[in-house]
Structure formats: C-alpha cells, structure tokens
C-alpha cells in the first residue's frame, strides 16, 4: 500500500491550490525572464487564449469586466480592497497578488509574476474596452474603461 490519503478540510484544499497556481506563475515567469523570452509575448499568448472564453455580453461593460476579472484575481488568492464604478470606468484595488510571502518562499522577483496582469490587455479590447493596472506599496490598482 502507498501510503494513506489525509483528509483535507475543503478550505485547506482551496488554500492550497491558490498558493499553487500562483506558484505556477510566479515560476512560469521567472523562467521566461532567466531564458530571456519577453513576458509580454506570454502575457498576449495567454490573453489571446483566455479571451476565447470570457463571454461576449460584457462587451462595453467596464463594471461586468471587472468583477469578472476580480472573481479571477480572487480565485488566485488576491483580496478586493476598494472598487470604484463609474458609468464608462471600473477601478478596483487588490492586494495579494502576486503574494510577496510566496515569491519570498520560492526565491522569485515577484515583479516577474505581474506580467500576469498585462493579460487583460487583449480580452477587454475583444470587449470593447481597456485595461491598465499599476502596483505601488504591495497593492494593484485594475482599471477597465470603455473604449480606446
């Protein structure tokens, strides 16, 4: 026999699979940088590829877009500090994405892992609209405007 499967309690499990897919891109992207291939080809190939399955009626929809993304940011473990709707501009504050105590732990530049965000580029402009993001002081401001 191989050995006995622990129970794990479901929020255990959910704890550990946000610390490994951020895990995932935070390694991801520092092999990209140490092999010297540009994040941003990764970030627009991935952008191309998840656009494929966000769903068209948030198109022209700064608000749906960006509770949209931040389901996504939350399932990778990022907490909602602040949002801010407006009629043609959706902002939202984050923190814990990248997680700093996991770049810590695995030896990486969490500042790689943000070339993660540049990926929303390519799914809002399918929808209509825009998207920039900045980081300052361990916090990730998300905006998504309508249009150019």
Known sequence: MAG???DRSVEELLDLARANAQALIIATTGYLAQAGIPLEGWSEYLGTVFANSWDDSMARDPQAFLEA???NYQALGAEVISTTFEDSRAEAV????????LCAELDANCSLAEAYNDL????AERLGLTWWWGSSDGRTTLVATLGE
């Open 69 to 71: 993304a931040l389901t």
């Open 94 to 101: 984050i923190s814990g994405f990248p997680n700093n105590d």
């Open 120 to 123: 929303g580029v390519v799914v």
């Open 4 to 6: 006995k499967i622990t």
